[in-house]
């Protein structure tokens, strides 16, 4: 959202601290206290910071988790499920939005274990006679975890942007003199940005 800047000059009394800028002369300005302009900040977080931190925690595990499967299963496993579950929401974390962070792992995790159950369970049954369906409803569950973890990667550089934004909103107000045609007017300039 662009800033949007209101000026208001009032009269208002005489004090010997006030700023002196001159309306009418280009050679006088108004005070260099204005708002500054959002994304200007040196602590501004980085989007594509976030968003590579996503994708190195999420596609790290999955690698060492996919390599480290056939020595052992349940190492692999893990990996795999706390790359996809926890590190695609390390953008959000980077941005401070812990409950974000929290809440899509946890959905993420619950999905990949409850899945992972499901294929096994389904498998089983499917050797038994017994059919597959319950294999196919855990790779849908799989389905969603992916999806949900490709959802948070995109969205880190929004994540990173509401935080950079949140706050902003200002409000600053400025005694300024004017004079034209001999006559001196004393106010206050007010720049308002949200």
């Known amino acids: 959202m662009r800033p949007i800047i209101v000026a208001l000059i009032t009269t208002v009394a005489t004090s010997p601290n006030l700023t002196h800028a001159q309306v009418d002369e280009p050679h ?3 005070p260099a206290s204005r708002p500054e302009a959002p994304g200007s900040s040196l602590d501004d977080l980085s989007p594509g910071f976030a968003v590579a931190l996503s994708l190195f925690s999420t596609l790290m595990p ?3 988790g996919t390599g480290v499967m056939t020595r052992s299963p349940i190492a692999g496993m893990s990996l795999l ?8 929401s390390a953008g959000h974390l980077y941005a401070g939005e812990l409950g974000h962070f ?9 999905l990949a274990a ?4 499901m294929v096994l369970f389904g498998v089983a049954a499917a050797f038994s ?8 409803g855990g ?5 969603i975890a992916v999806g949900l973890a490709v959802y948070d990667c995109v969205d880190a550089p929004n994540a990173v942007h509401r935080a950079n934004t949140k706050g902003r909103s200002s409000l600053v107000v400025t005694p300024t003199v004017a004079a034209a045609h001999g006559v001196t007017q004393y106010g206050v300039s007010a720049a308002m940005r949200f």
């Open 81 to 88: 499920g706390l790359g996809l579950g926890v590190g695609p």
């Open 114 to 117: 409850s899945g992972t159950l």
């Open 102 to 110: 929290f809440l899509l792992s946890g959905i993420r995790l619950a």
């Open 62 to 64: 999955v690698a060492i």
């Open 129 to 136: 006679g017994e059919g597959g369906g319950l294999a196919i």
């Open 139 to 143: 790779v849908t569950l799989g389905v």
């Open 28 to 30: 006088l300005s108004l």
